[in-house]
T-cell receptor, first 111, second 115 residues
Framework: GDSVTQMEGPVTLSEEAFLTINCTYTATGYPSLFWYVQYPGEGLQLLLKATKADDKGSNKGFEATYRKETTSFHLEKGSVQVSDSAVYFCALRDSWGKLQFGAGTQVVVTP | EPEVTQTPSHQVTQMGQEVILRCVPISNHLYFYWYRQILGQKVEFLVSFYNNEISEKSEIFDDQFSVERPDGSNFTLKIRSTKLEDSAMYFC?????????????FGEGSWLTVV
């Protein structure tokens, strides 16, 4: 079945550092790919998405490119802030509509 | 911005008791979902609901679970006889249409603790 694998955390960074969170997927069809973020004490919020190969999703300085050849959707941000501290979830949505999530990666940004 | 709202935010219940978690999806959305996240584990799909019936459910969603849309706005998850292992954060979600590219919007979650 479809699945998502993302790097384990926690990832601890200093403010203004470069962030990468690796995400790879296995899918039989042509899924859409998503990154959701969960800030402390809050629910899941959509961060960005890409619906087909080579699409790049971007939001709040974060980017991820849908790479079909490597089945990847790595999340990057060039300069993180303390407010980016959260848990980040990679997910795919199959044609039947449900989301499959990765395990989540906790990011801790220190001043 | 429209949002999915869930109540209660936190509930503690005794094992064997019935629990109802409530959700108000975004008003023009047609597809509704429940997911759960056991502490320290991944977010897992439970059930999807469309046109007043279940469209898909996972192995987790056994006979102890049921969902209902009792009126035009609420969407509920009932756990008939709670077990310790039902302790988790339960997320309600909704989307406008089903296609893979459409975004699913989540509520803030209901944290259920079974003691």
């Amino acid at each position: 079945g479809d699945s998502v694998t993302q790097m384990e955390g926690p990832v601890t960074l200093s403010e203004e550092a470069f962030l990468t969170i690796n995400c790879t997927y296995t899918a039989t069809g042509y899924p859409s790919l998503f990154w959701y973020v969960q800030y402390p004490g809050e629910g899941l919020q959509l961060l960005l998405k890409a619906t087909k190969a080579d699409d790049k999703g971007s939001n709040k300085g974060f980017e991820a490119t849908y790479r079909k050849e490597t089945t990847s959707f790595h999340l990057e941000k060039g300069s993180v802030q303390v407010s980016d501290s959260a848990v980040y979830f990679c997910a795919l949505r199959d044609s039947w509509g449900k989301l499959q999530f990765g395990a989540g990666t906790q990011v801790v940004v220190t001043p | 911005e429209p949002e999915v709202t869930q109540t209660p935010s936190h509930q503690v219940t005794q094992m064997g008791q019935e629990v109802i978690l409530r959700c108000v999806p975004i008003s023009n959305h047609l597809y509704f979902y429940w997911y759960r996240q056991i502490l320290g584990q991944k977010v897992e799909f439970l059930v999807s609901f469309y046109n007043n019936e279940i469209s898909e459910k996972s192995e987790i969603f056994d006979d102890q679970f049921s969902v209902e849309r009792p009126d035009g706005s609420n969407f509920t998850l009932k756990i008939r006889s709670t077990k310790l292992e039902d302790s988790a954060m339960y997320f309600c979600a909704s989307s406008q249409i089903q296609g893979s590219g459409n975004t699913i919007y989540f509520g803030e979650g209901s944290w259920l603790t079974v003691v």
